[in-house]
């Protein structure tokens, strides 16, 4: 049982580059998030999906989009990468999204932008 | 706007020794209070979770507390290990939302 598993896990990028990360989960979980994790900040939600064919904005969207085609699989989108987007990303999946579920997340993305 | 304040932002303990972990939110309407630990390098983990009516509860040598009066949560890490070297992360929820509000975290190191 793999849980969640974010690819890739490290990468680089110029100024301007686009790319997409991978987060999948294998629990059959229906909420899913993305979150960007900076030196001395909590955790803050980019983007989350409540089901198959389903996006919402958390807290910090702006140049991100996000894709949920398929119930197990969440995709962060950086269409035109700018240096203050340099983070850890860090995916979760939970089975609601409320009352006492967890979210269990993934070993998160490092990325850096030059 | 919700709001989750740990302190202290970081500790350093000598294993075998108790620590205290402090989280004071501001959420309204209060659903849960989640204690998560985040390795270096991973993923945040669930510890323990405390819902309104809970005071106390319990997981091996961790002891979370809720005091919904005062809007204050503990987590006491009891002989600590070197394992235990972490940051431990506050999550309040509040009811209906689909957005938990997360604390900075407190940095634990715990020396031989």
């Known amino acids: 049982n793999a849980g969640v598993t974010q690819t890739p896990k490290f990468r680089v990028l110029k100024t301007g580059q686009s790319m997409t990360l991978l987060c999948a989960q294998d629990m059959n979980h229906e909420y899913m998030y993305w979150y960007r994790q900076d030196p001395g900040m909590g955790l803050r939600l980019i983007h989350y999906?409540?089901?198959?064919?389903?996006?919402a904005k958390g807290e910090v969207p702006d140049g991100y989009n996000v894709s949920r085609l398929k119930k197990q699989n969440f995709l962060l989108g950086l269409e035109s990468a700018a240096p203050s987007q340099t983070s850890v990303y860090f995916c979760?999946?939970?089975?609601?999204?409320?009352?006492?579920?967890?979210?269990?997340f993934g070993d998160g993305t490092r990325l850096s932008i030059l | 706007k919700n709001q989750v304040e740990q302190s202290p932002q970081s500790l350093i303990i000598l294993e075998g020794k108790n620590c205290t972990l402090q989280?004071?939110?501001?959420?309204?309407?209060?659903?849960?209070l989640r204690w998560y630990k985040q390795d270096t390098g991973r993923g945040p983990v669930s510890l323990t979770i405390m819902t309104f009516s809970e005071n106390t509860k319990s997981n091996g040598r961790y002891t979370a507390t809720l005091d919904a009066d005062t809007k204050q949560s503990s987590l006491h890490i009891t002989a600590s290990q070197l394992s235990d070297s972490a940051s431990y992360i506050c999550v309040v929820r509040s009811g209906g939302s689909y957005i938990p509000t997360f604390g900075r975290g407190t940095s634990l190191i715990v020396h031989p």
């Open positions: 999906s409540v089901g198959e064919g389903t996006t």
């Open positions: 989280c004071n939110y501001i959420v309204s309407p209060f659903s849960n």
């Open positions: 979760a999946s939970s089975y609601g999204q409320g009352g006492n579920q967890p979210q269990h």
